[in-house]
C-alpha cells in the first residue's frame, strides 16, 4: 500500500529556499514516476517537476533553474529543492506516486512565499 507523507514546507521570505520531503511510508519501491504538483486557491493543479524510475526529470518551464528534484532509493523518497522562490509559488504542492497500477497521492504541504 502507497502511503506518501509530505514535509518541508512552510512560510519563506520571497528569495528564500525550502525543501519538500515525501517519503513512501507504505516502501513500494517500484514506480513509474514521482514528483510534485502544486494548486493555488482557484487554480487548476499543474506539475511543478517529476523524475521516472530511470532517473530522468521533468521540469515546469517557470521552475527551470531553481528547483532540483532529486530521490533516494534507500528511504523511498523524493525530495524537491526549491531556490529563490517567488510570491507567485504560493501554494499547496502534493506529492505523488505513479504506479502501473494507479497514481497515488499525499495530503499536500504549504508553502507560502511572502514578505
Known amino acids: 500500500q502507497v502511503r506518501l507523507v509530505e514535509s518541508g514546507g512552510g512560510l519563506v521570505q520571497p528569495g528564500g529556499s525550502l525543501r519538500l520531503s515525501c517519503a513512501d511510508s507504505?516502501?513500494?519501491?517500484?514506480?513509474?514516476?514521482m514528483g510534485w504538483y502544486r494548486q493555488a486557491p482557484g487554480q487548476e493543479r499543474e506539475l511543478v517537476a517529476e523524475?521516472?524510475?530511470?532517473?530522468?526529470?521533468n521540469y515546469a518551464d517557470w521552475v527551470k533553474d531553481r528547483f532540483t528534484i532529486s530521490r533516494d532509493n534507500a528511504k523511498n523518497t523524493v525530495y524537491l529543492q526549491m531556490n529563490s522562490l517567488k510570491p507567485d509559488a504560493t501554494a499547496v504542492y502534493l506529492c505523488?506516486?505513479?504506479?502501473?497500477?494507479?497514481?497515488?497521492w499525499g495530503q499536500g504541504t504549504q508553502v507560502t512565499v511572502s514578505s
Open positions: 505523488y506516486k505513479d504506479l502501473e497500477y494507479g497514481t497515488f
Open positions: 507504505g516502501r513500494i519501491f517500484r514506480f513509474n514516476a
Open positions: 523524475i521516472t524510475s530511470s532517473g530522468t526529470t
